[in-house]
């Protein structure tokens, strides 16, 4: 997924410069007397000016927990006085001096959001946690400030009325239409009163959303489940074993072990650990999280989110919070994200249940007294999958060594397509030691971007795995991207190989796929740089990038034995061809049950949002409703530990899915015209992938595929049709 600021700080950094430019601040530096009387000059606020580093990378060996407050409060300060300026500008309203200028404004803000929250995701401490519940609903204020200004909105409309007359290219017209819809969608046409009322809502949500975020790490890392003796985890791996041991010396019980929880359902462990007690104390604790009492209880907190936001919609003018969203999305409306779902969850469930009597025959037959659960269906699923193909996937792990996996799989299959290449700084501050930075050149040699891979797990990290700029491309600067990926591989004991899964390997290939399409970025305003695209066309570009995990010549170049170099064995390849939809059912159905309970929430009004001790039975009863209440496979997220829908992907879950329509149809594109070629990774960043939102996002995929999607190849690669059962 890509991850793009909280709220506010998006849409001040939509109504500003993504990055800045190599210019002084007259505030950046100070003279103060000291006690001797002498000058002596205060330590630099290093977000005061642009980063001197190349492509301005931030300065991590420079940046304290106390430089962010007064980076944000004059980022504020200067961000608003430039935006008064425009909209008390007694010119004439014009391209440059209001669209323009609003893009040129907020440089120093953009600079302290896009490292802060960047941080807070992923290096995060009391002091961040602390700062970012008292900067929320303070940087709400300021945007509401902007979006609900009548003098600076009546100058947009100025420019949207004449926008056909001024000889506009296409990428500065569709400037203009989008600030414009963007203040609509803010308020900027309701009265005085409503965005009194507006801002108000718009500051608690802020607030809420960043308390639910920070209950959940909270709830995350207490949740972690203690084991006291080390044949509690037979099945497990020696090195998954000695991390454990790692995890409990960490939290100063040594001679324990410690299994951490990931943000999903399921947790990794489940599909290797013996003991089915241990398996049932997981999933539960997985389960119950944010939603069993104690200070990080979530449900409250969703209660009045889902009821603020269906308020927000209705003073908006809209049905519900669902009919906002999908309105600025390329789905468009709630009836075609609720048909695509329906259409999909029947096959899906069936597929899943027929894989349980699979499942309940390898229990039954090992002398099992009991009935396939949630907590058994991965341990077992391993099992059955043994017998159909022969194939454990323990049996990868040891093909899958995460340096090559970066540079011998996701940047190999990136040369071959794009001609680019890659180098490792060495020379550039980091905010923690593990962390890797690379430059990336065109064919040509010219610098490209720069590329920060972040990919171990950490206590202090949220869950999941995403993309982030800290610099986005734009012309208007003349700045080139700093991309990070961000991943949640378990670190392995010092000295010891870091071992991937096939999923960590798809992984991160996917999210490779959002970098490209953040360095590829090749346009002229902020607004439109990289991933800043529908939310339901955002994961595509991505997805199309998972394709390259398995193909034949990418996978022969970085799935190698850790410690014999010896290729991955074509059997054991054809084995895991074979099986490409083996669990498909489950797969789709845990994830159609997340994203049909993201709808379910908000496509109701006010009047229907539960109060807190009702939002698990709202859950069961939309699971119900819907047809994936199947307990054996619960929703891959519950509602109080869904953070995406709690953030910047409310309503906009099923965007996965979506994406994957455009992406699968892509992939048969790719394959019936050559695979792996530059000709073919032309094509695709010249018509995709550089264009960012700088034109309609299906027009872009037309102009790459030649045609309208297709749901076939989807239905087929899930395996829900009759042919993929």
Same mark, same amino acid.
């Given at each position: 997924?890509?991850?793009?600021?909280?709220?506010?700080?998006?849409?001040?950094?939509?109504?500003?410069?993504?990055?800045?430019?190599?210019?002084?601040?007259?505030?950046?530096?100070?003279?103060?007397?000291?006690?001797?009387?002498?000058?002596?000059?205060?330590?630099?606020?290093?977000?005061?000016?642009?980063?001197?580093?190349?492509?301005?990378?931030?300065?991590?060996?420079?940046?304290?927990?106390?430089?962010?407050?007064?980076?944000?409060?004059?980022?504020?300060?200067?961000?608003?006085?430039?935006?008064?300026?425009?909209?008390?500008?007694?010119?004439?309203?014009?391209?440059?001096?209001?669209?323009?200028?609003?893009?040129?404004?907020?440089?120093?803000?953009?600079?302290?959001?896009?490292?802060?929250?960047?941080?807070?995701?992923?290096?995060?401490?009391?002091?961040?946690?602390?700062?970012?519940?008292?900067?929320?609903?303070?940087?709400?204020?300021?945007?509401?400030?902007?979006?609900?200004?009548?003098?600076?909105?009546?100058?947009?409309?100025?420019?949207?009325?004449?926008?056909?007359?001024?000889?506009?290219?296409?990428?500065?017209?569709?400037?203009?239409?989008?600030?414009?819809?963007?203040?609509?969608? %803010?308020?900027?046409? /309701?009265? *005085?009163?409503?965005?009194?009322?507006?801002? =108000?809502? !718009?500051?608690? &949500? #802020?607030? @809420?959303?960043?308390?639910?975020?920070?209950?959940?790490?909270?709830?995350?890392?207490?949740?972690?489940?203690?084991?006291?003796?080390?044949?509690?985890?037979?099945?497990?791996?020696?090195?998954?074993?000695?991390?454990?041991?790692?995890?409990?010396?960490?939290?100063?019980?040594?001679?324990?072990?410690?299994?951490?929880?990931?943000?999903?359902?399921?947790?990794?462990?489940?599909?290797?650990?013996?003991?089915?007690?241990?398996?049932?104390?997981?999933?539960?604790?997985?389960?119950?999280?944010?939603?069993?009492?104690?200070?990080?209880?979530?449900?409250?907190?969703?209660?009045?989110?889902?009821?603020?936001?269906?308020?927000?919609?209705?003073?908006?003018?809209?049905?519900?919070? %669902?009919?906002?969203? /999908?309105? *600025?999305?390329?789905?468009?409306?709630?009836? =075609?994200? !609720?048909?695509? &779902? #329906?259409? @999909?969850?029947?096959?899906?469930?069936?597929?899943?249940?027929?894989?349980?009597?699979?499942?309940?025959?390898?229990?039954?037959?090992?002398?099992?007294?009991?009935?396939?659960?949630?907590?058994?269906?991965?341990?077992?699923?391993?099992?059955?999958?043994?017998?159909?193909?022969?194939?454990?996937?323990?049996?990868?792990?040891?093909?899958?060594?995460?340096?090559?996996?970066?540079?011998?799989?996701?940047?190999?299959?990136?040369?071959?397509?794009?001609?680019?290449?890659?180098?490792?700084?060495?020379?550039?501050?980091?905010?923690?030691?593990?962390?890797?930075?690379?430059?990336?050149?065109?064919?040509?040699?010219?610098?490209?971007?720069?590329?920060?891979?972040?990919?171990?797990?950490?206590?202090?990290?949220?869950?999941?795995?995403?993309?982030?700029?800290?610099? =986005?491309?734009?012309?208007?600067?003349?700045?080139?991207?700093?991309?990070?990926?961000?991943?949640?591989?378990?670190?392995?004991?010092?000295?010891?190989?870091?071992?991937?899964?096939?999923?960590?390997?798809?992984?991160?290939?996917?999210?490779?796929?959002?970098?490209?399409?953040?360095?590829?970025?090749?346009?002229?305003?902020?607004?439109?740089?990289?991933?800043?695209?529908?939310?339901?066309?955002?994961?595509?570009?991505?997805?199309?990038?998972?394709?390259?995990?398995?193909?034949?010549?990418?996978?022969?170049?970085?799935?190698?034995?850790?410690?014999?170099?010896?290729?991955?064995?074509?059997?054991?390849?054809?084995?895991?061809?074979?099986?490409?939809?083996?669990?498909?059912?489950?797969?789709?159905?845990?994830?159609?049950?997340?994203?049909?309970?993201?709808?379910?929430?908000?496509?109701?009004?006010?009047?229907?949002?539960?109060?807190?001790?009702?939002?698990?039975?709202?859950?069961?009863?939309?699971?119900?409703?819907?047809?994936?209440?199947?307990?054996?496979?619960?929703?891959?997220?519950?509602?109080?530990?869904?953070?995406?829908?709690?953030?910047?992907?409310?309503?906009?879950?099923?965007?996965?899915?979506?994406?994957?329509?455009?992406?699968?149809?892509?992939?048969?594109?790719?394959?019936?015209?050559?695979?792996?070629?530059?000709?073919?990774?032309?094509?695709?960043?010249?018509?995709?992938?550089?264009?960012?939102?700088?034109?309609?996002?299906?027009?872009?995929?037309?102009?790459?595929?030649?045609?309208?999607?297709?749901?076939?190849?989807?239905?087929?690669?899930?395996?829900?049709?009759?042919?993929?059962?």
């Amino acid at each position: 997924m890509t991850y793009r600021l909280t709220l506010t700080a998006a849409l001040a950094l939509s109504l500003g410069a993504a990055s800045p430019v190599l210019a002084a601040d007259g505030d950046a530096a100070k003279e103060a007397k000291s006690d001797s009387g002498k000058l002596e000059t205060k330590t630099v606020n290093p977000f005061f000016a642009p980063s001197p580093l190349p492509f301005h990378f931030p300065q991590f060996d420079k940046i304290h927990n106390e430089d962010y407050k007064p980076a944000f409060e004059k980022g504020m300060r200067d961000s608003e006085a430039e935006i008064l300026a425009i909209a008390n500008n007694p010119e004439p309203a014009t391209f440059e001096n209001t669209i323009v200028a609003m893009e040129r404004s907020g440089q120093l803000l953009t600079r302290v959001a896009r490292v802060f929250f960047s941080q807070a995701g992923t290096n995060t401490n009391d002091a961040i946690q602390k700062l970012q519940a008292e900067m929320a609903p303070k940087l709400s204020a300021h945007t509401d400030k902007m979006v609900l200004n009548s003098k600076l909105f009546a100058r947009i409309q100025a420019v949207y009325d004449q926008r056909d007359t001024l000889g506009l290219d296409a990428e500065s017209k569709r400037l203009v239409e989008r600030y414009r819809t963007d203040f609509v969608r %803010a308020g900027a046409q /309701l009265s *005085d009163a409503d965005k009194t009322k507006l801002k =108000a809502m !718009n500051s608690e &949500l #802020a607030s @809420l959303s960043t308390q639910f975020s920070q209950n959940l790490l909270k709830e995350t890392n207490a949740s972690a489940i203690v084991v006291d003796k080390r044949e509690q985890l037979a099945g497990l791996s020696d090195d998954a074993i000695a991390a454990t041991s790692e995890a409990a010396k960490k939290r100063d019980l040594d001679g324990k072990f410690v299994i951490p929880l990931m943000n999903t359902t399921g947790q990794p462990s489940l599909a290797s650990l013996k003991d089915r007690d241990l398996r049932e104390r997981i999933m539960q604790a997985s389960l119950n999280r944010g939603s069993h009492g104690g200070d990080f209880d979530n449900r409250a907190i969703v209660a009045s989110v889902v009821k603020l936001r269906a308020e927000r919609a209705a003073l908006l003018g809209y049905p519900n919070h %669902a009919a906002y969203v /999908l309105e *600025d999305e390329t789905a468009g409306t709630v009836g =075609a994200v !609720n048909k695509l &779902l #329906a259409q @999909l969850a029947p096959p899906a469930v069936a597929n899943a249940r027929a894989e349980a009597v699979d499942i309940q025959k390898v229990i039954d037959k090992e002398g099992g007294k009991f009935k396939v659960s949630a907590a058994d269906w991965a341990y077992y699923t391993e099992k059955v999958r043994k017998e159909k193909y022969d194939l454990d996937a323990e049996q990868l792990r040891p093909y899958f060594e995460m340096n090559n996996v970066l540079e011998k799989g996701v940047f190999f299959a990136a040369t071959k397509l794009y001609g680019i290449t890659f180098k490792e700084r060495k020379d550039l501050p980091l905010y923690l030691p593990d962390i890797r930075v690379f430059e990336v050149f065109e064919e040509n040699g010219d610098p490209l971007a720069l590329f920060i891979v972040d990919y171990y797990a950490r206590s202090n990290k949220r869950g999941g795995a995403w993309a982030n700029a800290y610099v =986005a491309q734009s012309k208007l600067f003349g700045t080139k991207p700093v991309i990070a990926n961000h991943l949640n591989v378990p670190k392995p004991p010092e000295g010891e190989p870091t071992l991937m899964t096939y999923d960590e390997v798809n992984t991160a290939f996917h999210e490779f796929g959002h970098a490209l399409h953040g360095m590829f970025s090749n346009v002229t305003y902020p607004r439109f740089a990289g991933t800043s695209v529908p939310r339901d066309f955002v994961e595509y570009p991505s997805q199309v990038n998972e394709m390259w995990t398995a193909w034949p010549e990418v996978l022969k170049n970085y799935a190698k034995h850790y410690k014999t170099g010896e290729p991955l064995p074509k059997a054991l390849l054809d084995k895991v061809k074979a099986s490409e939809k083996f669990n498909q059912g489950f797969a789709t159905t845990e994830y159609l049950g997340a994203a049909l309970l993201d709808q379910a929430w908000h496509q109701i009004t006010a009047d229907q949002a539960p109060d807190a001790d009702g939002v698990l039975a709202f859950e069961a009863a939309a699971l119900k409703k819907a047809g994936v209440d199947y307990a054996p496979v619960p929703p891959r997220y519950r509602t109080t530990y869904f953070s995406h829908i709690m953030g910047g992907y409310s309503a906009g879950y099923y965007a996965y899915i979506w994406s994957e329509v455009l992406d699968a149809d892509s992939v048969e594109w790719f394959k019936k015209n050559g695979g792996l070629t530059r000709k073919n990774g032309d094509h695709f960043r010249e018509t995709l992938l550089s264009r960012g939102g700088s034109e309609d996002a299906m027009v872009l995929f037309r102009n790459f595929s030649g045609g309208e999607p297709y749901v076939q190849p989807l239905l087929e690669r899930r395996g829900l049709t009759p042919k993929g059962k």
